[in-house]
């Protein structure tokens, strides 16, 4: 049963879509759907005006791992970049990537193969530190490189999850079907998203860079038969020697998501301390300092914007609510406004093939909206059980659907802060990254919806 929190709640985010349809920015009416909601929830100004800087401390602490492992690499960037350690390791990439074209698709391919194995979380530090100088000089601007990143990895491998198999693992519980089944009946949908919207998106930044709209800007120069120092070469080759580690044991103690993001955090630290010494000897505990600061405030400025939008974003799931506003205000079989407003959207049509489709692909996306990918897909199988059931279709195909549209949007291709990551590590903003893959996102979410009725 939806209540009036639900209606504002659904309010706002349609004053939200419009306000970043307009291309303006949404912190204001992130911030007074806090308070709107806290206003109807309480019936207290004053609870109300403090709940927005509660809604604040609850998404930094959704958002802090990710600010501090982003703070982390671009701290080891920076010494690596002013030794020019940067240089040196991307010489051998340079002779194979010669172009924009190879630069977006051999990032995307890297991220993909790389976010299959360990989630693209802690890919997106490795890919984004290699690849981003390497595009820079190929041609390739930097909001193009963060497409790369964020549409193969927090879209495609993550909603296909083909090898650590999570998403499919709780899609298939959910719908009571096998988690093989969701992989193949589902591979038509999978490779459908990602054509149509890496096609599209691939083809809109082209036509810009092509029109002037987007400035190309090469900030690492490459000199053949450049010299370089023996610090340098050093430094050089014990970060690869630590990243390649790292790579290996993601295998061998079969880490991921969290603990593989922790894993390159924490070498990138030791890393940085290495490379400092190497390249400053006895100035080296003032430089780190130094370094620590420029990657902190390069992470506080990126996310500064983000944390009101998702605090207000943070309020659809129920952990969030009732941290922000309290656990009364919200009927007792609430799953989170985000969840109710799918399963009512689900119970007040009719079912039929395309019916149930829409409605799954639609449910997904908007539970996907809170920017967690993950959240959603339990919804998402469940609904497809029913709804096979309901329309005579098939469930594991129809769940397949359901979990693609979830992890799309929330996984972190759409919602700017899913997509913090690889905005920060390529220094755009998140909007930005956001309004430039919203477009062939919805796109492919109505061409994969299309394909699903026909086969289901």
Sequence with gaps: MLTGVHYIYMLF??????????????LIPCILGVFCIAVYSSNDIVFSVGTIFKSFV???KELLGIILIISIIVSLSKVLEEIKATHLMINPFIKVIKNRTSAFFSTGIVMLILSWFFWPSPATAL??????PIALEAGLPAIGVAMAINLFGHGFALSTDFVIQGAPTITASAAGVGVSDIIKDGMILYWTMAIVS?????FMLNRDIKKGKIEIQKNIQ???GEVYKKETKISAVVVAIGFILDVICMFL???????????????????LIIVTVINYKDKALEKITEYIQGGFGFGIDIFAPIIPIAAFFYLGQMDAFTDAIGSNFLPVSSQGILSDIGIALSNSVPMNKVIVCSIESSVGAITGLDGSGFSGISLAGSLAKVFSQAAGVKASSLAALGQITAIWVGGGTVVPWGLIPAAAICGVSPVELARRNFMPVIIGILVTTIVAIVIV
């Excluded at 985010?13 to 949404?26: F, G, Q, Y």
């Excluded at 890496?198 to 691939?202: K, L, M, P, R």
């Design 13 to 26: 985010i349609l004053i939200v879509l419009l306000t970043m349809s307009l291309k303006r920015d949404t």
């Design 58 to 60: 609850v998404a930094t």
């Design 127 to 132: 890919v984004g530190a290699i690849f981003l």
């Design 198 to 202: 890496i096609s599209i998106a691939y």
């Design 222 to 224: 490459i000199y053949e």
């Design 253 to 271: 103690f079969d880490l991921k998501g969290g603990e593989a993001t922790a894993l390159v955090g924490g070498t990138a630290v030791l890393l």
